[in-house]
């Protein structure tokens, strides 16, 4: 009986520390689950810089970034990030104090990633989490000079396209907003769109000039998804129905 009560502390203590290194683990899994849903937020076919996978990352809820690796998501092995991210987990055993680690993770963004795709455990990189400056703002689509600009052709006129054209190079536009004009049938279409990335909604004005009337508008949303051809000037001279 002495001997048991001797070895009773011993037995404490061991399945003390056995416990404290199972709330580590917990901790760590805890951590590495903050990481994966970050992987999976990054995930996608879209092509993407380096930089903007470094800002994307940034910007999600309990990640911070250590190091960006690589060129672009479509070249070679993708992009890789070092994240750092925390966890914690509760040691019910002893005093119910809470354990809390921070681990870093390498989180792979390639389209030959698969989904939820999990995290490798790498060694924390010295220094502070990286910076990222705000992407640039697209240019505005100039809807309003574009619509008091255009010219207004009486019923029964002729639309000079040349006269249209004229307009156009006259309104100064950003380089990045490409031009286009198209007569067809006593009309003449226009449009103003910014580059797209492929995948979400683009950027678009649309003007159509005929006798009588001068419209400028912008196509719905639906229309302007990649393959709807919303943003072509033939939309421009014969509108799509509007989607119901």
């Known amino acids: 009986m002495r001997r048991l ?7 404490l203590f061991t399945v003390g520390c056995g416990v404290v290194q199972s709330s580590e683990d917990e901790a760590a899994d805890a951590a590495r689950e903050v ?39 479509h070249d070679g092995d993708g992009v890789d990030v070092v994240v750092r991210t925390s966890g914690s987990a509760y040691n019910g055993w002893l005093d119910l104090e809470e354990v809390a680690v921070r681990r870093c993770f390498a989180v792979r963004v390639s389209p030959k990633s698969e989904w939820g795709e999990g995290p490798r455990d790498v060694d924390c990189p010295d220094g502070p989490p990286l910076a990222f400056a705000p992407p640039p703002e697209p240019p505005r689509l100039p809807y309003e000079e574009l619509r008091a600009k255009l010219p207004r052709v009486p019923k029964g006129g002729r639309v000079d396209e040349a006269e249209v054209r004229r307009t156009l190079a006259a309104l100064d536009l950003h380089p990045a907003i490409r031009t286009e004009a198209k007569a067809d049938g006593g009309r003449v279409g226009v449009l103003l769109s910014v580059k797209g990335n492929g995948f979400d ?17 912008v196509p719905p949303r639906i229309q302007r998804m990649p393959g709807e051809g919303g943003c072509t000037v033939g939309n421009a001279l014969d509108p799509a129905p509007p989607p119901h």
């Open 201 to 217: 909604a683009q950027d678009c004005l649309l003007a159509r000039v005929g006798p009588g009337a001068t419209e400028v508008w």
């Open 5 to 11: 009560l001797l070895l009773a502390p011993l037995l």
């Open 35 to 73: 990481a994966r849903k970050a992987g999976e937020r990054l995930y996608g076919q879209r092509p993407r810089t380096a930089e903007e996978v470094g800002r994307s990352a940034s910007g999600i809820d309990g990640v911070e970034v250590l190091r960006v690796t690589g060129t672009s998501t």
